[in-house]
């Protein structure tokens, strides 16, 4: 049967792909039937291992690693079908290790014509923010959750929106894709108000609502435990803009969902998630909260990490992009619980002022807050009422708890020079409570200011050089520990004082990159620990890199050290180990 | 794993056709559904501008070198504008982590393109674009007739001069 089914989607693709060919065959012929289009994109990643003991790199006895992807889309009328061959021979270190082989990790088939638009096969779809759906695509970063089943979209009336699907979810690939254990079922409905009633089309005032719903299904095959085997979660939205003026807001409930993620309990889950802004020409204004208690949600209860994850809880706090801010302390959403909040200011600082310069000045100004939500343990020992001890904890859903979780503070100003200098000066001040996102094995909170300065000069035309650099100062408190088992206690309890460990200590990183319009891009970064606690680790990691572009296609080959850290694209993260080598990436889209 | 491998070999050799014929097979702007800034539901395919050439611009909020195209082309669209007529659209895929900053992006900014929000990335898909920044053009016949991946300063200026080329009804 697997030999089967693999066979089917090659000959699918192929055949596919032969009839565009075909397509193309007759381009200078009298007027030939159309026979659709076919485009796509590849995609490549091959590494050289070296071994590096210092840096923690193993000797990798297969030496190179390599990740591949060919998107073939084909489109006639009103149909499109889609191919997506996979190949990891074998598959880079660092990434997932539920992926081997080659074969087809993707295929549908749609048709869409007026109103209705059916997919049969794979298919990536979010209700409202995805509080309680989103499946997606970070090929970076090894998640996929693609639904493999039916989706139908269908507008009955205008400013009417539906949304059904059902399938299962892409799990792991071993020469093909293999999906989960669980079954999702979803229903969205969204109304856009001033489609639905003509005279309010040209209003000032835009809304929507939405509602969706959301159930998945998986047997339990729990020993001890009588495992909900449906679980059902429904949420609603709502915005509005008006003017300057733009709010969102958006809730969600999921029923009780023992999991590894929430050490099985049965309590049941919500999240709330609130957004307001205000703008207009040369200022920018957002303040967002965000409360989340045990909305971990998957389809297959046992699974961990970045698997088979239905819903998508993002942090609400800055995605940086400087080295060292964005990859060495990243924070990620608590879904057993968290209460989070941001403000974001943009302003342009009008060219030809005092403060503007010649050329106007750019600041940014972003703090965001995450707690702990204000819960109390129900007692284990509760023998009188085993199933309120089951629901492990009560809270007060809107409540701040006590424990910060993270915080952030940032400001970066940015002020072209003169018609060739360009700077952006950045200040970045983290709040890292490690015993809760549990980053590095150091116990305690850290404390780091990071500054960053970034100068681009422009040699003459098309010609660039960029330099950064950048500098990480870290400091951190003492911990209260068991001594016995070296759990973290909170303030009041019991235990022994752990000395303050500053993590990894200090870093200092340089950037220097010249780019040659519209094709070169030669980089070399450094980053260097030179304040480890351990002397033997204050080591530079250095990387070099050569990237060439043409139209659609861009080749780099960088070689040098990669340290252990993080590595998050859009809000989800994974680790990645230290690495030493030379890599290869080549993407291209036709 | 034999067969894998002829899978591939045929597969490679198909792209490299493809290549060939890159420039040669037009494509219209795919269809898929986007978010206007305040959140109304758009169709891609109808995005045009009366016959005069398009760029569309794949962003994010959290991408530097498509903040610096964007505010590059910014400095000077009212020059492209008036001499052109070309039209910017910019996508942002930011998803509902930075979604609800785009607008404030934005406007602080003072961009005066069209923005749409591509929030779980259905018309990136549709339009193959791997990594941003992703840029294309389009022809005043609505063909994506260019594309380019990846910003460097002065990028777009080789950008305009094909604005400029298919503005005078040239073929690029």
Same mark, same amino acid.
Request: no cysteine; proline share 4%; aromatic share 14%.
């Given at each position: 049967m697997v030999l089967k089914h693999h066979i089917y989607n090659y000959i699918a693709g192929i055949s596919l792909s032969l009839v565009c060919l075909g397509a193309f065959g007759q381009e200078n012929a009298p007027p030939a039937p159309d026979?659709?289009?076919?485009?796509?994109?590849?995609?490549?990643?091959?590494?050289?291992?070296?071994?590096?003991?210092?840096?923690?790199?193993?000797?990798?006895?297969?030496?190179?690693?390599?990740?591949?992807?060919?998107?073939?889309?084909?489109?006639?009328?009103?149909?499109?079908?889609?191919?997506?061959?996979?190949? $990891?021979?074998?598959?880079?270190?660092?990434?997932?290790?539920?992926?081997?082989?080659?074969?087809?990790?993707?295929?549908?088939?749609?048709?869409r014509k007026d109103e209705l638009d059916i997919t049969a096969g794979h298919f990536y779809e979010q209700f409202g923010s995805g509080l309680i759906l989103r499946t997606y695509e970070e090929r970076a970063l090894g998640v996929d959750n693609a639904i493999d089943g039916i989706r139908v979209?269908?507008?009955?009336?205008?400013?009417? $929106?539906?949304? @059904?699907?059902?399938?299962?979810?892409?799990?792991?690939?071993?020469?093909?894709?293999?999906?989960?254990?669980?079954?999702?079922? @979803?229903?969205?409905?969204?109304?856009?108000?001033n489609e639905l009633i003509p005279s309010l089309a040209e209003s000032r005032t835009q809304m929507t609502v939405g509602g969706s719903f959301v159930s998945k299904f998986q047997a339990d095959r729990d020993p001890l435990l009588v495992l909900p085997e449906n679980v059902s979660s429904y949420g609603g939205r709502f915005s509005l803009t008006r003017g300057k003026f733009s709010f969102l807001g958006e809730y969600a409930y999921k029923i009780n969902d023992p999991s590894a993620d929430n050490n099985f309990i049965f309590k049941d889950g919500q999240a709330v998630f609130v957004s307001g802004s205000y703008s207009k020409k040369g200022l920018g204004i957002t303040l967002a909260a965000k409360t989340i208690d045990n909305m971990s949600f998957r389809s297959d209860r046992s699974e961990t990490v970045n698997n088979l994850t239905i819903n998508y809880?993002?942090?609400?706090?800055? *995605?940086?992009?400087?080295?060292?801010?964005? &990859?060495?302390?990243?924070?990620?959403? *608590?879904? &057993?619980?968290?209460? @989070?909040?941001?403000?974001?200011?943009?302003?342009?600082?009008?060219?030809?002022?005092?403060?503007?310069?010649?050329?106007? &000045?750019?600041?940014?100004?972003?703090?965001?807050?995450?707690?702990?939500?204000?819960?109390?343990?129900?007692?284990?020992?509760?023998v009188s009422d085993s199933l309120k001890t089951l629901q492990g904890y009560t809270t007060?859903?809107?409540?701040?708890?006590?424990?910060?979780?993270?915080?952030?503070?940032?400001?970066?100003?940015?002020?072209?020079?003169?018609?060739?200098?360009?700077?952006?000066?950045?200040?970045v001040n983290f709040v890292f409570n490690n015993d809760v996102v549990k980053l590095s094995p150091n116990k305690g909170t850290f404390f780091t200011d990071i500054a960053i300065l970034d100068v681009t000069y422009k040699i003459r035309p098309k010609h660039t050089l960029r330099v950064e650099a950048q500098h990480l100062w870290i400091n951190s408190v003492p911990t209260k520990v068991d001594s016995t088992n070296l759990n973290v206690l909170s303030e009041g309890e019991l235990g022994e004082t752990i000395s303050a460990e500053r993590d990894n200590g200090d870093w200092a990183a340089a950037i220097v990159e010249y780019t040659f319009s519209p094709h070169w891009i030669v980089s070399v970064i450094d980053q260097y620990n030179y304040n480890n606690n351990n002397k033997d680790l204050r080591i530079h990691y250095v990387t070099g890199s050569v990237v060439y572009v043409n139209k659609g296609t861009r080749i780099m080959l960088s070689y040098g050290r990669q340290r252990a850290g993080v590595f998050c694209v859009g809000g989800v993260c994974r680790n990645v180990p230290a690495s030493n080598g030379l890599t290869l990436s080549l993407t291209s889209s036709f | 794993m034999k067969k894998n491998l002829f899978t591939f070999i045929g597969l490679f050799a198909m792209v490299a056709i493809l290549f060939g014929f890159d420039s040669d097979s037009k494509r219209k702007i795919p269809a898929a559904t986007v978010k206007t800034l305040d959140l109304k539901t758009f169709d891609t395919s109808t995005i045009s501008n009366d016959g005069k050439p398009i760029v569309i611009s794949f962003w994010a909020t959290w991408c530097s070198p498509c903040k610096k195209e964007l505010?590059?082309?910014?400095?000077?669209?009212?020059?492209?504008?008036?001499?052109?007529?070309?039209?910017?659209?910019?996508?942002s895929i930011d998803d509902a982590r930075n979604m609800n900053k785009v607008r404030p992006y934005v406007d602080g900014q003072g961009w005066e393109y069209d923005v749409y929000l591509d929030p779980n990335?259905?018309?990136?898909?549709?339009? +193959?674009? +791997? +990594?941003?920044?992703?840029?294309?053009?389009?022809?005043?016949?609505?063909?994506?007739?260019?594309?380019? +991946?990846?910003?460097?300063?002065?990028?777009?200026?080789?950008?305009?001069?094909?604005?400029?080329?298919?503005?005078?009804?040239?073929?690029?």
């Open positions: 026979l659709g289009q076919l485009h796509g994109n590849f995609e490549i990643t091959a590494q050289y291992y070296n071994e590096d003991s210092l840096i923690g790199a193993p000797d990798f006895p297969e030496r190179v690693g390599a990740n591949a992807f060919l998107n073939l889309i084909y489109v006639k009328g009103n149909f499109e079908s889609g191919v997506r061959f996979e190949s $990891y021979e074998p598959v880079l270190q660092g990434y997932p290790t539920n992926f081997e082989g080659s074969g087809v990790g993707l295929r549908y088939a749609r048709y979209k269908y507008k009955p009336f205008r400013g009417v $929106y539906l949304t @059904g699907l059902m399938g299962k979810q892409r799990f792991r690939f071993e020469n093909r894709v293999q999906n989960g254990d669980g079954r999702v079922r @979803g229903f969205d409905a969204e109304l856009n108000i809880l993002p942090a609400l706090t800055r *995605q940086h992009t400087y080295n060292l801010a964005a &990859t060495l302390y990243p924070y990620a959403t *608590q879904p &057993t619980g968290e209460v @989070g909040y941001q403000a974001d200011l943009i302003y342009k600082i009008p060219k030809k002022t005092y403060f503007g310069g010649r050329y106007g &000045t750019t600041v940014s100004i972003n703090y965001s807050g995450v707690n702990s939500l204000d819960t109390t343990q129900i007692p284990e020992n509760n007060n859903f809107f409540s701040l708890g006590s424990q910060t979780f993270f915080k952030d503070f940032n400001i970066e100003v940015t002020r072209k020079l003169s018609k060739k200098t360009k700077i952006t000066a950045s200040y | 505010n590059a082309i910014a400095e000077v669209y009212e020059d492209w504008q008036d001499e052109t007529g070309v039209k910017v659209v910019a996508i990335a259905d018309f990136k898909r549709a339009m +193959n674009v +791997n +990594n941003v920044p992703h840029t294309f053009l389009v022809d005043g016949n609505g063909h994506i007739v260019w594309q380019h +991946n990846s910003y460097s300063p002065g990028d777009e200026e080789e950008l305009y001069e094909l604005v400029k080329k298919l503005s005078e009804g040239k073929d690029i």
